[in-house]
């Protein structure tokens, strides 16, 4: 099993990203999936999550400007990302847990925002 992260990149404060992740090998409908992101030198911190209930969670430094869904039949988790700040730059990362003992995650893709 996999997770496979693409759309990071380099962006301008204010300005909008996409992020997506492929998941294969699992009964991806059954996990709980996540997008994470660390700054180097820091923790990696929890930005959004959608359970199997398919709600969207998010942390509150996100909330009204991150946007996070699934879709179980094609097995993928997205995070569209609106208005960035600087503060936004880090390596983002999608992880697919069912419990805690049957964890993935992905390689990560890095998100820039600079002028």
């Known amino acids: 099993a996999q997770l496979v992260e693409s759309g990071g990149g380099l962006v301008q404060p204010g300005g909008s990203l996409t992020l997506s992740c492929a998941a294969s090998?699992?009964?991806?409908?059954?996990?709980?999936a996540s997008w994470y992101r660390q700054v180097s030198g820091k923790e990696r911190e929890l930005v959004a999550w959608?359970?199997?209930?398919?709600?969207?969670r998010y942390s509150d430094f996100v909330k009204g400007r991150f946007t996070v869904t699934r879709d179980n039949t094609k097995r993928t988790l997205t995070l569209q990302m609106n208005n960035l700040t600087p503060a936004d730059t880090a390596v983002y990362y999608c992880?697919?847990?069912?419990?805690?003992?049957?964890?993935?995650w992905g390689q990560g893709t890095q998100v820039t925002v600079s002028s």
């Open positions: 090998g699992m009964a991806f409908n059954y996990y709980v």
């Open positions: 959608v359970q199997t209930d398919d709600v969207p």
């Open positions: 992880k697919a847990n069912l419990g805690e003992h049957l964890v993935y």
